[in-house]
């Protein structure tokens, strides 16, 4: 704890007593008063030593958030003001720091807030332990747990819109850190006799109504259901809708929560159709048919809603109609039919759904359990919450109210025992000596009702099983025989025996004295509930269905497997599962948490004395404090005793330099506290009276009001006198920083003074300088001037007379090439005048002689002219066709798909026949360059393209890579000589791959080599080993159509490869790896080629289990690589990022 922590307690700013256990005066009025106090105030817990009571405040209060959390994270239990938090905070320290096995029990009536209750411990133990992916998947699948077991296990009820119908006890398991590793939960007595009957204003399941309300259109019609809550028999309509429950969106909810623990969606189908199953089986109405015999037979009035269950689980409707009109009873080798009457007929209807129900319930659970137990089999510490139901008393109590008392009956026992002990245990261990507390024991009242020779249930079984006429009354009638005596039980017939009346007491009811009062039981349906029957021939009926959860859960219907033994009583069921539940609390450290509902209104801020009073009695809460004060009331170790009381001696104020326990004997002795008011332990004061601390708290408190008055005259006169220091300071500073700036600006004048003065001086002499340069400048200036006219003048003159001189030479020059040109001009005239004379005489003899050959062939021109022209035309065009095809030819590349086009529609053919003649010359030009081995490798990229091409994204990218087959070099590199000798035969491919582990997804590297007739796995570094698989075990090869390396090995079922289930493996190679698996597989004449299935979900068989592998595209937050991650015990998801 730091220092400026201020540290609380318990006894601080405390609205009436936030203990019982300091209760004073002790009775049961000022305990109600107390309980009432504290309401007013929004205090809904208060504690009973280290028993939580939480009244429920039927709204919602700021003390359950993330703040609250961190308050009570790591702090003793009395150090703050009483909360759940406290407790649960102190049961999961115990836990984890000192390897104690923890239960919280959680007790109250129906409305009281014990599932709230349970939700805040879960919630509180899954905020304060460890982080990580893991961890968090484990804590969110134990609280979504919640929602799916609410949904099929609670119902809305007179006093609970949210009430449990059935008992739960969840282990929480945590590893050595205290984090928790996974769950098992065990589910109590579930009141299936709901599904069939509400009691006016309440509900059946919500399950029920959340399907109707929230599922799709499309899957409604699959289930062949209707909307309309008024269609169905067993739901009640007076209380269909709930204010505050929005069944449409739980129904999200609960599918949501069932993917989060783990269904597969098929089971999640499976298991509204069993939902859908028993609306419809309550539709079924039956009428009378009278037989040849007499007797009257059951028959289906409207078969419609039969036929629609029949389809909704595979089942033949002759098989169910005939089980709802006959009964089969079997007696070691003899068969008896009988024909059931209406009224047999709807109890068999009724006995079949509450069976489908319950065992679906119960199979839930199961698979829930499945999902969340731990995956490591080391040793684990354990949390268990019990949240069951508690004592109940109605006007009408049936067989149901016996068993439920029975339980709280022995709850109550394990409650004392363990107090009583714990209380012992500490005295010891202080070294403080232990007083027997007188208490009632209830064992006798458990033995009453469990004893096996003459408990009620032993005769209750006793009844069920003797042969003959088994009745109610005929129950009743052995328990006045046998428990007339005993002190706890009455009845009519006992009263009466006495010579006692008791007209509150009726003749077919009984009563027994339990611990939280008397409770009078109508013994009407005790048999038939005991027995839970279901006839055979429906078990047998349920079997035959080709629904997969259905036959399932009737294994007793299988005809191979008949037995003819009785099934065990729901009592008996029900006395063992109790049994087992008090074993796993005796090894546990118990801690407790005590429900009280405040009123039946559930109004908040109302208080009804009445029944706060009366569950105080039925929950022992009375009887709780008085153990607890049976000794010391109050007990704190030494160190927080004399830290909160130290200011009340001088000797221990305000430090203590020895141990504490002296300390405290000094401060004790101080304020002369009577010795037989405390006792000195080991390590704590025991204080017997609560009037010791509440003076001990009041001396505290003026004290506490003394010394702040003494630190504020001391804090007031330290600020004055700090405020004073401080203004002094300041003046100081001020004059100082004033001085320092007067002379700051008295030197800044003088020195822009100098520099004023400096400058006009250099200025001056600057100018001086200037002048005289600039004379110096002008004198230079003047003779350049003078010098350049001069040359000037000189230079004109040498031109005038060069330019006279080339005059004369030029005009010498035109005369002679005037008259040369004129000479040839001449000589020109006379040459073409001669040519021109030729000319004409070689064109007039070139005419002459065509007249006379056309003269001299006119006659054999005229016959064949057009024939000659034509194929003269012809044969001209083709050779100028041929020559331009030669010059235009495309390369000689096979995909090079350009030609030339053609010039004339007549060509057409022969172009055409060219283009495919020249491909297959170029064709087979190209193939003659190939060696063997080429030729073998586009073979191999053939058959790769015929098995993925347009199949699997992955294909197109491995195009462009050669196939090389042995990148690891097997026989080459020295690391791998131990794996080269265990292979024989030549090595087709090896190359290193991941082999994916399933319970988290991840990859292990794997060396994989391919020979002729084996695949052989082995480990990358040691080059051992792992797996040889002959190819002929190879049954199947599965890959998605994504951008991934992932494949699956599946091996035939049977063969010696298969004991250890298929290979899910993953490599960037896995086009080549496939098609040289293919390539083999269809080389050998011995054996069937290996398929390769195409689909982004299939089953990989891992050694029992069945494991789904599914793809699917991931968002871009995941990154650009491919992750695969169990999600549950029956799927691994690939998560393949978009392209």
Not at 927 to 950: G, M, N, P, W
Not at 1103 to 1112: A, G, P, S
Request: aromatic share 10%; net charge positive.
């Amino acid at each position: 704890m730091s220092k400026m922590e201020v540290k609380t307690s318990l006894l601080d700013n405390m609205i009436g007593v936030g203990d019982m256990v300091l209760l004073e005066p002790l009775s049961e009025e000022t305990f109600i008063e107390n309980l009432h106090k504290r309401f007013e105030h929004n205090e809904i817990y208060t504690y009973i030593g280290s028993v939580v009571i939480s009244m429920n405040p039927y709204k919602s209060l700021p003390i359950f958030t993330a703040d609250k959390v961190e308050e009570y994270r790591n702090r003793n239990f009395y150090e703050l003001s009483p909360h759940i938090y406290a407790l649960a905070d102190e049961a999961y320290r115990s836990l984890r720091d000192q390897d104690k096995d923890q239960c919280i029990l959680i007790t109250g009536e129906s409305g009281a807030g014990k599932t709230e209750a349970s939700k805040l411990v879960m919630s509180y133990v899954a905020a304060v332990c460890g982080k990580g992916q893991e961890v968090n998947k484990v804590k969110e699948q134990l609280l979504q747990s919640n929602p799916v077991l609410e949904a099929f296990g609670n119902a809305k009820t007179v006093r609970n819109d949210n009430s449990s119908r059935f008992g739960k006890y969840m282990d929480i398991e945590f590893d050595f850190k205290g984090d928790p590793l996974g769950g098992v939960i065990s589910n109590y007595l579930l009141e299936k006799s709901r599904v069939v009957k509400q009691p006016r204003g309440e509900r059946n399941f919500h399950i029920f109504y959340q399907l109707l309300s929230g599922a799709s259109e499309d899957t409604l019609k699959k289930l062949k259901l209707d909307r309309d809550f008024s269609k169905y028999n067993y739901l009640s309509l007076d209380s269909a809708s709930v204010n505050g429950l929005d069944d449409a969106a739980n129904f999200r909810t609960v599918r949501n929560a069932m993917q989060i623990v783990g269904f597969m969606e098929d089971e999640v189908q499976s298991v509204l159709e069993l939902v859908a199953a028993v609306l419809k089986l309550g539709n079924i109405e039956f009428k009378p048919e009278s037989r040849v015999n007499g007797f009257d037979e059951s028959r289906v009035k409207d078969k419609n809603d039969l036929k629609e269950m029949c389809e909704l689980l595979g089942i033949e409707q002759s098989v169910l109609e005939r089980a709802f009109s006959f009964r089969t009873v079997e007696a070691k080798m003899e068969k008896v039919s009988t024909t059931l009457n209406v009224a047999q007929a709807y109890y068999a209807r009724d006995a079949l759904a509450k069976n489908i129900y319950s065992r679906m319930f119960s199979w839930l659970v199961t698979r829930i359990n499945e999902s969340i137990k731990a995956q490591t089999k080391s040793r684990k510490k354990v949390m268990g919450v019990l949240d069951i139901y508690g004592f109940e008393i109605f006007e009408d109590n049936s067989f149901e109210q016996f068993i439920i008392n029975y339980c709280n009956e022995k709850l109550q026992q394990i409650f004392i025992e363990l107090t009583l002990r714990e209380e012992q245990e500490e005295y010891v261990r202080e070294g403080i000596e232990w007083t027997n507390i007188e208490y009632f024991n209830n064992a006798i009242i458990c033995d009453l009702i469990e004893n096996n020779q003459n408990g009620i249930l032993a005769m209750l079984d006793e009844e069920c099983l003797r042969p003959g006429t088994v009745t109610d009354e005929t129950f009743l009638d052995k328990l006045n025989t046998v428990c007339a005596e005993h002190q706890h039980f009455e009845s009519r017939l006992s009263k009466n025996s006495k010579f006692l009346t008791d007209h509150s007491l009726p003749h077919n009811c009984f009563r027994i004295q339990h611990y939280a009062g008397k409770v009078l039981y109508r013994v009407e349906g005790f048999v038939d509930k005991n027995n839970d029957l279901l006839y055979r021939d429906l078990s047998q009926a349920m079997y035959k269905a080709n629904h997969s959860l259905m036959k399932l859960l009737f294994p007793e219907g299988n005809p191979a497997k008949v037995n003819l033994k009785r099934p065990p009583t729901a009592g008996f069921q029900f006395r063992a599962s109790v049994g087992t539940l008090m074993k796993n609390l005796l090894t546990k450290n118990p801690n407790y948490i005590r429900c009280i509902k405040p009123n039946d209104k559930k109004a908040a801020q109302v208080f009804t004395d009445s029944l706060v009073c009366h569950q105080v009695r039925y929950l022992g809460l009375m009887e709780n404090v008085r153990v607890r004060r049976a000794g010391y009331a109050f007990r704190q170790p030494y160190e927080p005793c004399l830290e909160r009381y130290k200011m009340l001696c001088k000797q221990t104020w305000p430090h203590w330099k020895g141990p504490a326990r002296e300390g405290v004997e000094v401060l004790l002795k101080d304020l002369e506290v009577p010795e037989d008011e405390f006792s000195y332990g080991r390590s704590k004061i025991f204080i017997r009276n609560p009037r010791t601390l509440f003076f001990l708290e009041e001396k505290r408190r003026q004290c506490l009001e003394d010394l702040a008055t003494l630190i504020q005259k001391i804090y007031r006169g330290w600020k004055c006198r700090t405020h004073f220091l401080l203004l002094k300071k300041s003046q100081v500073v001020v004059a100082a920083w004033f001085r320092r700036y007067a002379q700051q600006r008295k030197y800044q004048k003088i020195k822009s003074s100098s520099i004023v003065v400096q400058s006009f001086i250099r200025g001056w002499k600057a100018r001086k300088i200037l002048r005289e340069l600039k004379y110096q400048k002008r004198c230079k200036e003047a003779v350049t001037t003078i010098a350049a006219y001069w040359h000037g003048t000189q230079a004109r003159w040498e031109l005038r007379r060069l330019k006279e001189a080339a005059r004369n030479k030029h005009a010498v020059s035109v005369i002679w090439a005037a008259w040369q040109g004129t000479k040839a001009r001449r000589e020109l005239k006379r040459l073409k005048e001669e040519a021109r004379r030729k000319h004409a005489v070689a064109v007039i003899w070139a005419y002459w002689l065509g007249l006379k050959v056309r003269r001299e062939y006119r006659k054999f021109f005229r016959a064949n002219a057009g024939k000659k022209i034509y194929e003269f035309t012809i044969q001209r065009i083709m050779q100028k066709y041929f020559l331009g095809l030669k010059n235009t030819m495309p390369s000689m590349s096979p995909i090079d798909k350009s030609w030339p086009a053609r010039p004339y529609l007549f060509l057409e053919g022969t172009h055409q026949e060219l283009r495919k003649i020249f491909h297959l010359w170029r064709c087979k030009k190209y193939r003659s360059q190939f060696t063997e081995e080429k030729k073998a490798i586009y073979e191999e990229k053939l058959e790769a393209s015929e098995i993925f091409k347009d199949k699997k994204a992955l294909y197109p990218s491995s195009v462009g890579q050669p196939f090389k087959g042995d990148y690891l070099e097997i026989n080459k590199n020295p690391k791998y000589q131990k794996l080269n000798s265990v292979v024989d035969e030549k090595v087709l491919l090896a190359d290193v791959v991941n082999k994916i582990n399933r319970a988290n997804g991840k990859g292990a590297s794997r060396i994989f080599l391919l020979t002729k007739k084996n695949f052989v796995l082995a480990d990358q570094k040691t080059g051992q080993v792992k797996a040889s698989v002959p190819l002929p075990d190879l049954s199947s090869v599965s890959v998605s159509t994504q951008n991934d390396g992932f494949f699956a090995l599946k091996l035939k079922e049977g063969t010696p490869s298969a004991a250890k289930g298929d290979f899910l493996l993953s490599s960037d190679r896995l086009i080549e790896i496939i098609t040289k698996l293919h390539r083999t597989g269809a080389a050998s004449a011995d054996r069937e080629p290996i398929s390769v299935d195409i689909s982004d979900e299939f089953l990989v068989q891992f050694k029992q289990d069945k494991v789904c592998v599914k793809f699917i595209q991931a968002g871009p937050k995941n990154g650009n690589s491919v992750t695969c991650k169990r999600k549950n015990n029956r799927l691994l998801e690939v998560s393949v990022p978009s392209p």
